[in-house]
């Protein structure tokens, strides 16, 4: 539920203005512990789902839609620490248009360890080659939460080129081996959080660790994108939401309100606007 929690972490200038030169901005602290360890237990529980419906166990695991797994995970769309700094980068029309949890356990011994460049993309497919734009518009940013500690490099960390949000191309080395100039992983603790920009190029790596790396990725985007995720919000869940909870569930007055919304279809702009907060 958006509060007063919230007022104390909109986005500053400062953050700001790392964001657009970078392309990202990690939130330290964003998890209290107490918090993490809840999540981590949740998704554990997951895991332990997919594991049950065939799941190789020790298997990566890709989960999309991962908001209706626990109701927990919703306290991560309007998580007072992160939210406010979404708000602040993409302004108040705005919805979850995605969610997923990744959890990479450690590499098996016998695995091939050779190394290959890593699989580097931005994200939302076909909006990248369709929509006429240079450089390509924003439309939409994610929220990594990381619930394992991937403090130091090799442990399944999120990659990334800064600056490469402002890039349609990317010049990738010929040999196959190499990852391409300015790319690093991004290395935080348990409890922190990455916004990401979808345009940034980035990528996933292999985690040769023994630590098993654990991660929940919130994305929003503007209400008149489509959603990239089937949505299966439980009603009951949908209808104890608060009403901005209920917009970034998708809620709205009628259609034609994604494009020209009214102040019902839009409750965080009037809460915005309420405390003085320009967006």
Same mark, same amino acid.
């Given at each position: 539920?958006?509060?007063?929690?919230?007022?104390?972490?909109?986005?500053?200038? =400062?953050?700001?203005? #790392?964001?657009?030169?970078?392309? +990202?901005? @990690?939130? $330290?602290?964003?998890?209290?512990? !107490?918090?993490? %360890?809840?999540?981590?237990?949740?998704?554990?529980?997951?895991?332990?789902?997919?594991?049950?419906?065939?799941?190789?166990?020790?298997?990566?695991?890709?989960?999309?839609?991962?908001?209706?797994?626990?109701?927990?995970?919703?306290?991560?769309?309007?998580?007072?620490?992160?939210?406010?700094?979404?708000?602040?980068?993409?302004?108040?029309?705005?919805?979850?248009?995605?969610?997923?949890?990744?959890?990479?356990?450690?590499?098996?011994?016998?695995?091939?360890?050779?190394?290959?460049?890593?699989?580097?993309?931005?994200?939302?497919?076909?909006?990248?080659?369709?929509?006429?734009?240079?450089?390509?518009?924003?439309?939409?940013?994610?929220?990594?939460?990381?619930? =394992?500690?991937?403090? #130091?490099?090799?442990?399944?960390? +999120?990659? @990334?080129? $800064?600056?490469?949000?402002?890039? !349609?191309?990317? %010049?990738?080395?010929?040999?196959?081996?190499?990852?391409?100039?300015?790319?690093?992983?991004?290395?935080?603790?348990?409890?922190?959080?990455?916004?990401?920009?979808?345009?940034?190029?980035?990528?996933?790596?292999?985690?040769?660790?023994?630590?098993?790396?654990?991660?929940?990725?919130?994305?929003?985007?503007?209400?008149?994108?489509?959603?990239?995720?089937?949505?299966?919000?439980?009603?009951?869940?949908?209808?104890?939401?608060?009403?901005?909870?209920?917009?970034?569930?998708?809620?709205?007055?009628?259609?034609?309100?994604?494009?020209?919304?009214?102040?019902?279809?839009?409750?965080?702009?009037?809460?915005?606007?309420?405390?003085?907060?320009?967006?």
């Amino acid at each position: 539920m958006v509060g007063d929690a919230h007022l104390g972490h909109v986005l500053s200038e =400062s953050e700001h203005a #790392e964001f657009l030169g970078n392309g +990202f901005l @990690v939130v $330290p602290d964003a998890l209290t512990s !107490d918090f993490a %360890d809840e999540l981590e237990e949740a998704t554990d529980a997951v895991y332990r789902q997919e594991v049950g419906k065939g799941l190789a166990d020790g298997s990566t695991l890709f989960c999309p839609n991962v908001l209706c797994r626990n109701r927990l995970y919703l306290e991560l769309l309007d998580w007072h620490r992160t939210f406010p700094k979404v708000w602040g980068i993409l302004g108040w029309n705005i919805y979850s248009y995605h969610s997923h949890l990744g959890v990479n356990p450690p590499l098996p011994p016998d695995a091939d360890r050779t190394k290959r460049t890593l699989g580097w993309h931005q994200d939302s497919g076909r909006v990248n080659v369709e929509i006429e734009s240079t450089p390509r518009p924003r439309l939409s940013v994610k929220v990594a939460f990381w619930l =394992s500690d991937v403090s #130091e490099p090799g442990r399944g960390n +999120f990659h @990334v080129i $800064p600056g490469s949000h402002l890039w !349609d191309k990317l %010049d990738r080395p010929d040999d196959g081996v190499s990852d391409p100039s300015g790319a690093m992983p991004v290395c935080v603790p348990r409890g922190s959080a990455v916004i990401f920009d979808r345009r940034l190029w980035h990528a996933a790596s292999p985690n040769p660790s023994t630590i098993t790396r654990k991660v929940l990725f919130v994305g929003y985007g503007y209400r008149w994108l489509r959603s990239k995720d089937d949505m299966t919000i439980p009603e009951d869940w949908f209808a104890a939401s608060d009403p901005i909870r209920k917009q970034l569930l998708g809620g709205g007055v009628n259609a034609n309100g994604h494009f020209t919304p009214k102040d019902d279809d839009v409750p965080l702009k009037l809460w915005l606007h309420e405390r003085g907060i320009a967006t």
